[in-house]
């Protein structure tokens, strides 16, 4: 069947995105090179939240952190600090999506709010790996449990040295974001394999505060930034806690992950794609799957990037063609797999070039 190449709707990230928001305006923004880097807008729905657009960065020295020491920094200020926020987030297919964060580190024990301010309501909980998503019009709350969750706003989970063999950095100056002065730095790939990043780090935490995605052609394909943003907010944990636990009136749907490994489960990939090491692989169910022990979900991640390839039986009546969907910087895309003994159904998601999604179309075989 041929493929049709889409714009995936606002909302329609599914399960891998499930605490991420949707993205949407355009951007076109071409990489100017180290001296004077494009900076991204800061969309907004008022005229006086427009003006904190993002200042233009000034040159700056040479940095002397490489590319997973920049993003170590990072990640630490994202579980040590806590900050109140408005978060807006674009791509290049022209819609707007922001949402409202509550971002609260103690004692070890991380917890979210992320309030969704445009689309169908939606708020979602996390306190450590437990992840609860209220969805008001259905009176339904999604509860699951997640290893190896990515810290808002979409931040390895661990980044390792590794990252610097398939990244150069470069500091390309200094800039503002929400009031807040910022390093501007660069991480380009070194293959097509991934897209490259621009990312906005507060100069005092290294809390990221802005991120722009880049193509191979220097293209903005997604964008993000605070518009608005309190450091160090005084975040009760107990409040955001009773909120998470108030299900009063709502319908509880438990969606329960079994770790499994991909050769018991009769899968494997005849050669890696570069960089890109598998990180968990789980049994679960899919849309409501009574059967869960048939849906496995494999993840690989090259230290910034991340892949999962959801793999269950192929099922004529849900899935009659295939797709390559585009929002952003995540892509989808969906594959019949013929087998002797039962085809089966592939989607892969990642914030990946469709041909890194290709490659591990292509690889991915049968063992049984």
């Known amino acids: 069947m041929g493929l049709i190449t889409a714009s995936m709707p606002a909302g329609a990230r599914g399960v891998a995105l499930a605490a991420t928001l949707c993205l949407a305006q355009g951007a076109s923004a071409q990489l100017r090179g180290p001296s004077h880097p494009a900076v991204p807008a800061v969309p907004s729905q008022s005229s006086s939240a427009a003006q904190q657009a993002l200042s233009a960065a000034e040159p700056s020295p040479a940095p002397t952190l490489d590319a997973a020491e920049w993003l170590r920094r990072m990640h630490s200020a994202s579980r040590t600090r806590s900050y109140v926020g408005t978060f807006v987030v674009s791509a290049a297919t022209g819609n707007l999506s922001s949402a409202r964060i509550w971002h609260v ?101 290294g809390l990221v505060i802005a991120l722009q995605t880049v193509d191979d052609e220097g293209r903005v394909v997604e964008q993000s930034a605070f518009s608005e943003l309190q450091l160090d907010a005084p975040i009760k944990m107990n409040t955001l806690s009773q909120m998470m636990g108030n299900t009063t009136g709502y319908r509880v749907e438990k969606s329960e992950l079994e770790r499994t490994t991909a050769v018991a489960e009769g899968w494997s990939l005849k050669t890696t794609v570069p960089g890109f090491k598998p990180v968990s692989v789980y049994r679960r169910a899919l849309d409501g799957d009574a059967n869960p022990e048939r849906t496995m979900q494999w993840t690989f991640t090259d230290g910034l990037a991340s892949v999962s390839l959801f793999i269950e039986p192929y099922d004529a009546a849900r899935q009659s063609r295939e797709v390559s969907l585009a929002l952003g910087a995540t892509h989808t895309l969906t594959r019949k797999l013929v087998d002797r003994n039962g085809d089966w159904w592939l989607t892969a998601v990642g914030e990946v070039p469709a041909q890194t999604l290709e490659s591990f179309a292509q690889n991915l075989v049968r063992l049984r």
Do not use: C
């Open 105 to 205: 580190a103690k004692g070890g024990v991380l917890m979210e709010r992320i309030e969704v301010l445009s689309g169908a309501p939606r708020s979602t909980f996390r306190r450590n790996d437990q992840i609860m998503t209220f969805l008001p019009e259905s009176k339904v709350v999604k509860s699951e449990k997640r290893e190896n969750v990515d810290i808002f706003p979409n931040l390895p989970g661990s980044p390792d040295s590794a990252v610097s063999d398939y990244y150069d950095v470069g500091l390309l100056g200094k800039g503002r974001v929400a009031g807040f002065d910022a390093d501007v730095v660069q991480l380009a790939p070194r293959d097509a394999m991934r897209f490259g990043y621009r990312i906005w780090s507060e100069r005092r935490s």
